[in-house]
């Protein structure tokens, strides 16, 4: 992945106003780079951006495309803390997620292409994953609830044996989406 696979705008203040932190590339720790960790708007120039909650790329994750998200609930996040973000590398056009109801890819397994506003309605039988496989240069977004919504978790190309390795506190999953990547 290049070093700026895209730019992303950090703002202090809702409404961007305020200090502002231009990142274009990973940023492990706003901090290091004199930035508070309160971060109420947000304008993803171009890109698809993982951030996180906590510095090293920890905590609650959450996704954001182009566009602009003028306070934390535009991102679905109930507070301002934010302390981390990366790109997601992602350059191809082949998306492919196999799921499991079991871990270390177990039981019942489906697979997507498209995204999937409520895996229960398509078939999917619990309300929960264990396991994942990513394949091709797309990344997925794991919703807790349905219709996208609820915490969510991003998964890249690699196999996912539990839980555990995409830092969910449970398996609970609902919605699916593919990101996509606007520039």
């Known amino acids: 992945m290049s070093q700026c696979s895209g730019k992303i705008t ?13 990142v274009c590339g990973n940023c492990d720790n706003f901090q290091d780079r004199g930035f508070t960790n309160r ?17 090293n790329f920890q905590g609650q994750q959450y996704i954001l495309e182009h566009g602009e998200y003028a306070d934390f ?20 056009e082949h998306y492919r997620i196999e799921i499991f109801d079991g871990s270390h890819f177990s039981g019942h397994c489906m697979e997507f292409t498209e995204d999937c506003s409520f895996l229960q309605r398509k078939g999917w039988k619990k309300n929960c994953i264990n396991a994942i496989k ?21 998964v890249e190309r690699g196999e996912y044996s539990s839980f555990t390795m995409w830092q969910a506190h449970s398996a609970t999953t609902q919605s699916i989406r593919r990101v996509v990547n606007y520039f």
Not at 10 to 22: D, I, S, V
Not at 80 to 91: F, I
């Open 10 to 22: 950090f703002y202090e203040g809702k409404y961007f106003t305020g200090r502002k932190l231009e």
């Open 39 to 55: 971060v109420n708007s947000i304008c993803v120039q171009s890109g698809a951006w993982i951030c996180f909650e906590l510095p």
């Open 73 to 92: 609930h535009c991102w679905n996040s109930h507070n301002d803390h934010m302390g981390a973000c990366r790109p997601v590398g992602m350059h191809g």
């Open 134 to 154: 990513v394949y091709g240069d797309g990344a997925w977004v794991l919703y807790e609830e349905p219709n996208y919504r609820g915490r969510m978790y991003v």
